[in-house]
């Protein structure tokens, strides 16, 4: 079970990993490109829908991939039933989103990449119940696949509006674009799992007393999602209404890398769930323990270096990715940064605790919501946009105490202070020696960096025999899966 979750992980996250590597060069032109300005336009727009698109399937997804690991015979049911929910809710967020933008009298521009943006929304949304499908059988290698298209398609598509000098409106087609394509790839796929979907007589099967239950049953998980989109991306709202499209755009360059780098800890979150579920399903509380503990000193040991050098480095980061236009963003950076390791460290307790705990972590998340809303609104016309950077790590940071409190009170005691003090150590003397070397190229600082920090682990004897052997069968071949 382990060796398959760790697999999982992996190429979702190396698919990740090459494709983000081509999307992170093709922002560094895009933001020269647009300009604090532009790109503060063109963040609004992908934020704004990106609330309504996080809430489109009403926390449907989690539970439809928790009841499809626990109850695989009702797979079909589940997953036809999905979809029709999906077209139809994702038909009556688009019809909000435009509403309010033109209520709200946005900037007609605006208005009209948000149309094409929504469109996109609603491709998306007819794909969750295929993601379900393929999450719940653990079939993620071409789920990382389909991401790894994804990002090519983005990449391509904002290469060419720099080439042929278009806007906003040209950019907003991305999601769209491969949200068509990630339909018709899925409705190829699926067929593993479900041999004949019937995905167009799904309407006539459509069971409202299913749908009803499920979100019965699943409205905890419906207010999770909408909190957490809101948590996610209301800061670069409030940004912009209070402030302008430059502070806006000023803000986002230093917010990409959090975008950029959340794709690990999303890649676990996503693999961990179903498992972890199944485990507390079968009430196997020791192997919950011991895969928290093995997840959780993999993400620490990512997320300290990441940290300790995005801080020291902040201000070649943004120099590297967005040009000395957007440099006021490096304090940004600095302290935007320590959220993301926060968010690395807690994210296995976090896939249990939306499993198990659904309900503690809506509350957990409802009071960040409050909590960062009343702190942006309060500092920003002090601070200004630094005061959305330090509003994240304190949101992050409350998220993750609740989370291993409840964890700890609730399901089983794991480790954690006996795994912190090493890669703390090895972070620690990275930290000093990037420091020291400061004035040299920053990705000859990153590569020393990662190098230090390497021997540093290998020193502290931080990875055993056992985990370095888990790393090599990330390239065995899966065996075949038996049908009977």
Same mark, same amino acid.
Request: glycine share 4%; aromatic share 14%; net charge positive.
């Given at each position: 079970?382990?060796?398959?979750?760790?697999?999982?992980?992996?190429?979702?996250?190396?698919?990740?990993?090459?494709?983000?590597?081509?999307?992170?060069?093709?922002?560094?032109?895009?933001?020269?490109?647009?300009?604090?300005?532009?790109?503060?336009?063109?963040?609004?727009?992908?934020?704004?829908?990106?609330?309504?698109?996080?809430?489109?399937?009403?926390?449907?997804?989690?539970?439809?991939?928790?009841?499809?690991?626990?109850?695989?015979?009702?797979?079909?049911?589940?997953?036809?039933?999905?979809?029709?929910?999906?077209?139809?809710?994702?038909?009556?967020?688009?019809?909000?989103?435009?509403?309010?933008?033109?209520?709200?009298?946005?900037?007609?521009?605006?208005?009209?990449?948000?149309?094409?943006?929504?469109?996109?929304?609603?491709?998306?949304?007819?794909?969750?119940?295929?993601?379900?499908?393929?999450?719940?059988?653990?079939?993620?290698?071409?789920?990382?696949?389909?991401?790894?298209?994804?990002?090519?398609?983005?990449?391509?598509?904002?290469?060419?509006?720099?080439?042929?000098?278009?806007?906003?409106?040209?950019?907003?087609?991305?999601?769209?674009?491969?949200?068509?394509?990630?339909?018709?790839?899925?409705?190829?796929?699926?067929?593993?799992?479900?041999?004949?979907?019937?995905?167009?007589?799904?309407?006539?099967?459509?069971?409202?007393?299913?749908?009803?239950?499920?979100?019965?049953?699943?409205?905890?998980?419906?207010?999770?999602?909408?909190?957490?989109?809101?948590?996610?991306?209301?800061?670069?709202?409030?940004?912009?209404?209070?402030?302008?499209?430059?502070?806006?755009?000023?803000?986002?360059?230093?917010?990409?890398?959090?975008?950029?780098?959340?794709?690990?800890?999303?890649?676990?979150?996503?693999?961990?769930?179903?498992?972890?579920?199944?485990?507390?399903?079968?009430?196997?509380?020791?192997?919950? #323990? +011991?895969?928290?503990?093995?997840? &959780?000193? @993999?993400?620490?040991?990512? %997320?300290?270096?990441? =940290? $300790?050098?995005? !801080?020291?480095?902040?201000?070649?980061?943004?120099?590297?990715?967005?040009?000395?236009?957007?440099?006021?963003?490096?304090?940004?950076?600095?302290?935007?940064?320590?959220?993301?390791?926060?968010?690395?460290?807690?994210?296995?307790?976090?896939?249990?605790?939306?499993?198990?705990?659904?309900?503690?972590?809506?509350?957990?998340?409802?009071?960040?919501?409050?909590?960062?809303?009343?702190?942006?609104?309060?500092?920003?016309?002090?601070?200004?946009?630094?005061?959305?950077?330090?509003?994240?790590?304190?949101?992050?940071?409350?998220?993750?105490?609740?989370?291993?409190?409840?964890?700890?009170?609730?399901?089983?005691?794991?480790?954690?202070?006996?795994?912190?003090?090493?890669?703390?150590?090895?972070?620690?003397?990275?930290?000093?020696?990037?420091? #020291? +070397?400061?004035?040299?190229?920053? &990705?000859? @600082?990153?590569?020393?960096? %990662?190098?230090?920090? =390497? $021997?540093?682990? !290998?020193?502290?004897?931080?990875?055993?025999?056992?985990?370095?052997?888990?790393?090599?069968?990330?390239?065995?071949?899966?065996?075949?899966?038996?049908?009977?």
């Amino acid at each position: 079970m382990t060796e398959r979750v760790s697999k999982n992980i992996f190429w979702l996250t190396f698919s990740r990993a090459i494709a983000l590597a081509l999307l992170f060069l093709a922002y560094t032109q895009l933001f020269r490109y647009l300009g604090p300005f532009g790109s503060g336009q063109y963040q609004f727009v992908l934020s704004y829908v990106l609330i309504f698109s996080t809430i489109v399937d009403f926390g449907v997804q989690q539970f439809i991939t928790k009841k499809m690991a626990e109850d695989p015979e009702n797979t079909k049911k589940y997953f036809q039933n999905f979809l029709v929910f999906e077209a139809l809710l994702s038909i009556l967020l688009y019809v909000v989103l435009i509403s309010i933008a033109f209520f709200r009298q946005f900037d007609p521009l605006i208005i009209k990449a948000i149309s094409i943006t929504g469109l996109g929304m609603m491709a998306n949304a007819m794909t969750y119940p295929f993601l379900a499908v393929m999450t719940a059988k653990q079939d993620l290698k071409k789920v990382a696949l389909i991401n790894f298209i994804n990002s090519c398609v983005n990449i391509s598509i904002i290469f060419l509006a720099i080439a042929l000098q278009k806007y906003i409106v040209f950019l907003a087609s991305i999601q769209l674009t491969f949200g068509l394509i990630d339909l018709a790839l899925y409705r190829v796929f699926i067929r593993k799992h479900i041999p004949v979907p019937e995905v167009f007589k799904a309407l006539g099967r459509f069971e409202f007393s299913i749908i009803k239950n499920i979100l019965k049953s699943a409205w905890p998980f419906a207010l999770l999602v909408g909190f957490s989109a809101i948590y996610n991306r209301i800061d670069v709202i409030i940004i912009s209404r209070m402030l302008d499209y430059t502070q806006t755009g000023l803000y986002t360059a230093a917010y990409k890398f959090f975008d950029i780098l959340n794709f690990f800890p999303a890649s676990v979150s996503h693999v961990l769930f179903p498992v972890l579920a199944a485990l507390m399903a079968k009430q196997l509380i020791s192997d919950v #323990k +011991l895969t928290l503990e093995k997840y &959780l000193k @993999l993400m620490i040991a990512i %997320a300290l270096p990441v =940290a $300790v050098g995005g !801080t020291l480095l902040s201000k070649q980061l943004i120099l590297l990715i967005a040009g000395p236009e957007f440099l006021p963003a490096a304090p940004v950076l600095a302290i935007l940064i320590w959220s993301v390791a926060i968010l690395f460290i807690y994210i296995p307790m976090n896939s249990l605790i939306i499993s198990q705990l659904t309900k503690f972590a809506v509350m957990i998340t409802a009071v960040n919501v409050a909590v960062n809303i009343a702190g942006n609104i309060i500092l920003l016309p002090i601070i200004g946009i630094k005061a959305a950077a330090i509003m994240t790590v304190v949101s992050e940071s409350l998220q993750g105490l609740f989370y291993f409190y409840f964890v700890w009170k609730n399901i089983t005691h794991f480790k954690f202070l006996s795994i912190l003090w090493k890669p703390v150590l090895a972070a620690a003397v990275m930290g000093l020696a990037l420091w #020291k +070397l400061s004035g040299l190229n920053v &990705l000859v @600082l990153i590569a020393i960096g %990662a190098f230090i920090y =390497a $021997v540093m682990l !290998t020193i502290t004897r931080f990875i055993s025999k056992g985990e370095l052997g888990l790393v090599l069968n990330f390239f065995k071949p899966d065996p075949p899966i038996s049908h009977t």
